[in-house]
């Protein structure tokens, strides 16, 4: 515990803070009487709660590391790059059995429009591709 004094403080209403390494304390305002000397009154900030001793207790123990949170598999789970995995492996895995359930004589048809139609080659997607320059 330690004490502290001091002396010819000028009247007015002060404020008085507490550093400790660890602990966090309320502020105290102070109102010393400039028409009656020597009386001093003393009030918690947090409360307003008055003072008879100014003696200080801390509100609580100071954190200056933030507490790292746990491991949690449902926050992989959640990311964005955690649900476009799931959505490929559904995918992954339903897509076979789609093709499986098809009509292969639909299946057979759907590719034969697929060739009519022909597929675009990448040198008619790009303007100027197929052109030979000069």
Do not use: C, W
Not at 35 to 51: F, H, I, M, Y
């Amino acid at each position: 515990m330690s004490v502290f004094s001091s002396h010819n403080v000028p009247a007015g209403t002060h404020l008085i803070e507490v550093a400790a390494v660890g602990y966090f304390f309320s502020p105290v305002r102070v109102d010393v009487s400039a028409r009656n000397p020597g009386k001093v009154q003393a009030a918690l900030t947090e409360n307003r709660r008055g003072l008879n001793e100014l003696v200080l207790e801390p509100l609580r123990d100071e954190q200056y590391y933030e507490i790292r949170e746990p491991f949690n598999i449902m926050s992989l789970v959640k990311s964005p790059m955690g649900l476009m995995v799931g959505f490929m492996v559904i995918v992954m895995f339903l897509m076979p059995k789609l093709v499986e359930n098809m009509d292969p004589e639909e299946m057979r048809r759907a590719q034969e429009e697929m060739r009519s139609q022909g597929v675009p080659s990448l040198a008619n997607l790009i303007p100027g591709a197929g052109r030979s320059t000069s």
